[in-house]
C-alpha cells in the first residue's frame, strides 16, 4: 500500500506545477489552461450580456435617444464579435480541452505547450478587442464588416483593423486547439478504445476540430485580405480596380456557416452525455447519432450561400443552397428524435444538467424550424436583415449552444471544483434564464415579420414596435438576473457546495473514474475499456508501466486504439507565453506598417526556436 | 455515489518502444494538421484568384504582360528536383543514420536558401505590383503566402541542423527530421497548382 502511495505522490510531484507565478505563466497542464479560458469566457459572456441589455434598455421605448447611432453600432458590433469569436468558439474549445484527456483517460494532450500558446493567443485576442475599446476605438461594423465599408475609402482609422486582426488572434488560438484536440483524439485513446467505443463527446470534438482546421483558415484569409487592402492598397474588394465585394462574402462565408456548427456540435456532445448519465441507460442510437454528426459536419461546408440571398446570385445557385439548407435539418432531426427516444426509455433524473437539455430540445427545434424557414430563398428575401433573424440566430445560438454548455457546466462543475452546485438555486437560475430568454426572443418573430430591421437604434412611435419591444426587454432583464443567480452559485459553491466525490451522478465514463477535482496527472493508472460506459462494469481493468519520475504518455493505434508506444510529455515552460507575446506584437504592428510582418517574424522566429529546443536529458 | 471495483492489471506498457517514426509518430499527425490548415488557405486562395479572374473581361488585364516564364520554371525544376535529396533525407533519418542525416540537413538548407533566392527575383518578373489592380493582388498573395512556406521550412531545417551538429542526435530528433522532410514535400506538392495559376493563368485562363 505505501508503495503505490509513493507511486501516485511521485505523478503528482512529476506533473505538478511551480507554485507563484512562474508555476502561473509556465503551466501545461490542460486543466488549468481550460480552466483559465473558461473563466474568460465567462467573464466575457456577463460583459456581452450587459451590452445586450443595454441595446434592449435603448430599443424598449421609440425614439430614445439616450444610445446615439454610433454608440449603438459600436454596442451591437462589440456584443456580436465577442460573442461569436470570444465566447461561443473558445469556450467549446476549452470545454474539449478540459475533457478530452479526462474522458480518455490521459494525462495531458499531445501538445501541451500548443495549448498553453493557444491560450495565450486568445487572451490576445480579448485584449485585442477591449483594450481599443477603453480608448474609445472601437468596431462599429457588425461582427461581419463587409467592404466595401469597412474597405479603406469608408472606415478610415483603425476600427476596422482592430475587428480583423481581433479575429486573426482568435483564430490561431482555435486552430492551435484544434489540432491538438484532433491528434489526441486520434493518438492517445485508451487501449481497447477503439473509434466505435468512443463516447459521443469525443466524436463530436473531434468532427468539431476537423471542422475548425478546414474552415478557420477562409477568416483568417479573408480579413488578411481585407487588412491588405487597407493597409498596402491591394484591390481585392475593390471593384474600380477589378476587385469584388462579394468574394468577401464567399469567403467569410465559407467559414461564417461551419462556424455555427463548431459551436453546435461539441455542443450536442454535452447533451449526449447529461442525457446517458441522467436517464442512466446508453444513449439510443449511437451509430445514427455518429453518423448525423458527421453528416452535419459535412453539409456545413455547403451552406454558405445562404448568408448571402439577398445578394442577387444566379437563380439556379439559390435554389441548389436552399435544398442543401433543409437537408441538413435531417441529421439535425436524427439528433434530436435519438434524444427523445434516450429520455422515454430511460429513467429520467431531473437534475439541473438535464433540466438544460430539456430546454435545449425545446428552443433549438423552434429555432430550426425559423431555419428551415429562412433557408427558403423567397422567404428569406422578405426576413433578412429583420429581428425575425435576430430571433433565428439567437434560438440556435443560444438555445443549441448555450442552453447544453450550462448543462455541461452545472454537470461537470463538481468533477473540476469537487463541490456540486446548489440544485435549487440552479433551478431558480434555469428557470429565470430559459423564461427570461423565451420571452426576450420570441416576440421578436414577430417583430421582423412587421418588418423592424436589425440594427437600427431607435424607431418611431407609429410603427407600432413599442409592445412587442417592451417585452422583447423585460424578457433580456429577467435572463440578466438569472444569470447574475447562475455565476452566485457557481461561485458561493466552491467553497459551500455539498462535497462531490470522485462520481456524483454516477457516469459512465472515464472522467468520473478520477477523484474530484483531479490530481496534476488526472489518473494514477491507464484504464483499460471494452465498452461505451466502462464505468457501469463490475470490473476496471488498468494498465501500468509508465514512468513516474519523468512525463511519459501511453499512445495507442488511431484505429484500434492498441497500445504502441511511450511519448515524452514536455514539462512547463515560459516558451509559448513569449512565443504568444512575439507573435502579438506582430499582429498589432501589422495593423501600422506592413513591415511588421518582416522585422517581426524575427522575435518569432527566436522564440519558436526556444520553445523547440530540445532539453538535455541527464 | 458509487465506489469503483477494484482493478485489474491486464498488461504492462514498460516493454513499448519510446519513440516512433513517421506516421506513428504524435509529431507527424500534428504536422499532418498544420497542412490541412495550410492547405485549406492554398485552396481558397487559388479560389479567390479564379474567381477575380470570372469577373474580369481580360487575363490578365490589360497593360500586363504575364509573368516572365524563365524564373518560375527555374524555381519549379529546383523545387521538384530537390524531393530527391529529401527523400533520401527522411529515409537515412529514419534508419536513424547520423552521418547521412546531418549532410543531408545540409543540402536541404542550401537548396532552400537558392530556391528563396530565385523566389525573390521572381517577385520582380511577375510585370505586376500588388497595388495596380485585382489581378496583381491575387498573384502577389499566392506567391506571398507559398514564399512564407519554403520560408518557414527553411528555417525549421536550419535550426533542426544546428541543433543535430552540436549534439548527439536522439531517436526523437531522427523522427523530427523525418517530418521535416514530410512538410517539405508538403511545400512542394501546395507550389504545382500555384504556379500552374501564376505562370500559366494570365496565358491560358
Redesign the interface.
Known amino acids: 500500500m505505501s508503495v503505490a502511495a509513493t507511486h501516485d505522490e511521485r505523478l503528482a510531484r512529476t506533473w505538478g506545477d511551480a507554485g507563484g507565478l512562474w508555476g502561473f505563466i509556465t503551466t501545461v497542464d490542460h486543466k488549468r489552461i481550460a480552466a483559465r479560458y473558461i473563466v474568460l469566457t465567462i467573464a466575457l459572456l456577463v460583459l456581452d450580456g450587459l451590452l445586450a441589455i443595454d441595446m434592449r434598455l435603448q430599443l424598449a421605448f421609440p425614439a430614445l435617444k439616450r444610445l446615439e447611432a454610433q454608440g449603438y453600432n459600436e454596442s451591437f458590433s462589440l456584443h456580436g464579435s465577442a460573442m461569436m469569436f470570444l465566447v461561443s468558439v473558445p469556450v467549446m474549445e476549452a470545454m474539449a480541452i478540459w475533457l478530452v484527456p479526462l474522458m480518455l483517460g490521459q494525462r495531458n494532450m499531445?501538445?501541451p505547450r500548443?495549448n498553453a500558446f493557444s491560450f495565450w493567443m486568445y487572451l490576445g485576442g480579448v485584449l485585442m478587442l477591449w483594450v481599443p475599446h477603453l480608448a474609445n476605438v472601437t468596431p462599429d461594423l457588425g461582427w461581419f464588416e463587409y467592404p466595401p465599408l469597412s474597405g479603406p475609402g469608408y472606415s478610415p482609422g483603425h476600427r476596422a483593423d482592430i475587428w480583423a486582426q481581433m479575429i486573426t488572434f482568435t483564430e490561431v488560438a482555435a486552430?492551435a486547439a484544434?489540432?491538438?484536440t484532433?491528434?489526441t483524439i486520434?493518438?492517445m485513446r485508451p487501449?481497447g478504445m477503439t473509434l466505435a467505443r468512443m463516447p459521443l463527446f469525443l466524436w463530436a470534438m473531434l468532427i468539431t476540430s476537423l471542422m475548425t482546421?478546414?474552415a478557420?483558415?477562409?477568416v483568417?484569409?479573408v480579413t488578411s485580405?481585407l487588412i491588405?487592402?487597407r493597409l498596402?492598397?491591394?484591390?481585392?474588394f475593390?471593384a474600380a480596380?477589378?476587385?469584388?465585394v462579394v468574394?468577401f462574402q464567399?469567403?467569410f462565408w465559407?467559414f461564417g456557416h461551419p462556424e455555427v456548427y463548431i459551436i453546435f456540435i461539441p455542443a450536442l456532445g454535452f447533451v449526449a452525455a447529461i442525457t446517458e448519465t441522467f436517464c442512466r441507460r446508453t444513449v439510443f442510437g449511437y451509430v445514427p447519432l455518429v453518423l448525423s454528426l458527421v453528416a452535419i459536419g459535412v453539409l456545413a461546408f455547403g451552406l454558405w450561400v445562404h448568408h448571402m440571398f439577398a445578394v442577387g446570385l444566379p437563380k439556379l445557385g439559390a435554389s441548389f443552397y436552399t435544398a442543401a439548407s433543409l437537408v441538413i435539418a435531417i441529421p439535425a432531426g436524427i439528433q434530436i428524435f435519438c434524444y427523445i427516444a434516450t429520455l422515454w426509455s430511460g429513467r429520467p433524473r431531473f437534475a439541473t444538467p438535464l433540466m438544460w437539455v430539456l430546454a435545449f430540445i425545446v428552443t433549438f427545434v423552434i429555432g430550426g424550424l425559423s431555419g428551415v424557414m429562412t433557408a427558403s430563398a423567397p422567404l428569406d428575401l422578405q426576413l433578412t436583415d429583420t429581428y425575425f433573424v435576430v430571433a433565428h440566430l439567437h434560438y440556435v445560438l443560444i438555445g443549441g449552444a448555450m442552453f447544453p454548455l450550462f448543462g455541461a457546466f452545472a454537470y461537470w462543475y463538481p468533477k473540476a471544483t469537487g463541490r456540486l452546485l446548489s440544485e435549487a438555486w440552479g433551478k431558480v437560475a434555469f428557470w429565470l434564464i430559459v423564461g427570461g430568454f423565451n420571452l426576450g426572443f420570441f416576440p421578436m418573430h414577430l417583430l421582423g415579420l412587421m418588418g423592424m430591421p436589425r440594427r437600427i437604434y431607435t424607431y418611431p412611435v407609429e410603427t407600432g414596435w413599442q409592445p412587442l419591444n417592451i417585452l422583447a426587454s423585460v424578457g433580456a432583464a429577467i435572463a440578466g438576473v438569472g444569470a447574475a443567480v447562475f455565476v452566485g452559485n457557481a461561485l458561493v459553491s466552491l467553497w459551500r457546495g455539498r462535497t462531490a466525490?470522485?462520481?456524483?451522478?454516477?457516469g459512465a465514463t472515464l472522467e468520473w473514474?478520477t477523484s474530484s477535482p483531479p490530481p496534476p496527472h488526472n489518473f494514477d493508472?491507464?484504464p483499460?475499456v471494452s465498452d461505451l460506459t466502462p464505468?457501469w462494469?463490475?470490473?476496471?481493468?488498468?494498465?501500468?508501466?509508465?514512468a513516474d519520475d519523468h512525463r511519459?504518455l501511453?499512445?495507442t493505434t488511431a484505429i484500434e486504439a492498441r497500445?504502441?508506444?511511450?511519448?515524452?510529455s514536455p514539462d512547463p515552460s515560459i516558451w509559448p507565453l513569449l512565443t504568444a507575446l512575439a507573435v502579438s506584437a506582430m499582429f498589432v504592428g501589422s495593423i501600422f506598417t506592413p513591415w511588421a510582418l518582416v522585422w517581426g517574424a524575427l522575435p518569432i522566429?527566436a522564440a519558436v526556436?526556444g520553445w523547440?529546443?530540445?532539453k538535455?536529458r541527464t | 455515489m458509487s465506489a469503483q471495483p477494484p482493478a485489474t492489471v491486464v498488461g504492462d506498457v514498460s516493454g513499448l518502444p519510446d519513440t516512433a517514426m513517421g506516421p506513428r509518430s504524435l509529431v507527424w499527425w500534428g504536422t499532418l494538421g498544420f497542412m490541412l490548415i495550410e492547405g485549406t488557405a492554398f485552396l481558397l486562395a487559388a479560389a479567390a484568384y479564379l474567381y477575380l479572374r470570372g469577373q474580369a473581361t481580360t487575363w490578365p488585364p490589360s497593360g500586363h504582360p504575364p509573368p516572365d516564364l524563365t524564373l518560375g520554371a527555374l524555381f519549379t525544376v529546383i523545387l521538384l528536383l530537390s524531393e530527391i535529396p529529401n527523400r533520401w533525407l527522411a529515409a537515412k533519418a529514419k534508419a536513424q543514420e547520423t552521418r547521412p542525416v546531418r549532410l543531408g540537413i545540409v543540402v536541404m538548407s542550401v537548396l532552400g536558401i537558392v530556391l528563396m533566392a530565385i523566389r525573390y527575383l521572381e517577385f520582380g518578373r511577375l510585370n505586376v505590383n500588388w497595388d495596380h489592380d485585382a489581378y496583381g493582388s491575387a498573384t502577389w498573395m499566392l506567391m506571398i503566402l507559398h514564399a512564407t512556406h519554403v520560408l518557414t521550412d527553411l528555417a525549421d531545417t536550419v535550426v533542426l541542423g544546428a541543433c543535430i551538429f552540436t549534439r548527439k542526435i536522439t531517436a526523437s530528433q531522427f523522427s523530427d527530421v523525418n517530418d521535416n522532410s514530410f512538410y517539405w514535400s508538403f511545400v512542394v506538392l501546395t507550389w504545382l497548382p500555384i504556379y500552374a495559376l501564376v505562370y500559366w493563368g494570365p496565358r491560358l485562363l
Request: hydrophobic share 45%.
Open positions: 499531445a501538445f500548443l486552430l484544434s489540432v491538438n484532433f491528434v486520434m493518438r487501449p482546421i478546414f478557420l483558415p477562409a483568417m484569409l485580405m491588405s487592402d498596402v492598397a491591394t484591390h481585392f475593390d480596380m477589378g476587385g469584388d468574394l464567399h469567403i465559407f466525490g470522485p462520481n456524483p451522478w454516477g473514474a493508472q491507464i483499460v464505468l462494469r463490475d470490473e476496471r481493468q488498468v494498465m501500468e508501466g509508465l511519459e501511453l499512445l497500445p504502441d508506444y511511450r511519448q515524452q522566429g526556436t523547440f529546443w530540445p538535455r
